[in-house]
């Protein structure tokens, strides 16, 4: 069974990088250029993963993370957050809100995809 993956992102072409890379390494993609756009598509398909950035419009990606939490079907599923914050404040936010993990941009697709086979649900 292919494993599906949310990659949420403001900027399209961050968003057809990280796609291609995962397309390539097996997985089904849906991508979100928002948080809220990102909520939209938390419609009870089953994910095995979500990577977000952090700064969006309309809605960041820690609020976002805190939101889809909210959601009985996306409680446990992984969050990576794929963002330019490398500081320690952000990254505890993220934590705290439920990101298991914390890739800097900008990234090599090799770190990526190491990060989403260590975390995505069997």
């Not at 097996?26 to 598509?41: N, P, R, S």
């Not at 993990?101 to 260590?118: C, E, G, H, I, Y």
Request: zero cysteines.
């Amino acid at each position: 069974m292919t494993k599906n993956i949310m990659i949420v992102d403001d900027s399209a072409s961050l968003r057809q990088v990280v796609s291609i890379a995962l397309k390539g390494a097996g997985y089904d993609v849906v991508e979100a250029f928002d948080g809220k756009d990102a909520l939209t598509k938390l419609d009870g398909r089953k994910l095995h993963l979500i990577v977000s950035d952090v700064n969006m419009p309309n809605m960041d990606g820690i609020s976002f993370v805190k939101a889809a939490k909210q959601l009985a079907a996306y409680k446990f599923t992984p969050v990576i957050m794929l963002t330019t914050e490398a500081g320690d404040a952000k990254k505890q936010e993220g934590q705290a809100a439920g990101a298991k993990a914390w890739v800097v941009k900008p990234f090599q697709p090799a770190q990526m995809l190491t990060a989403v086979s260590k975390l995505v649900l069997p």
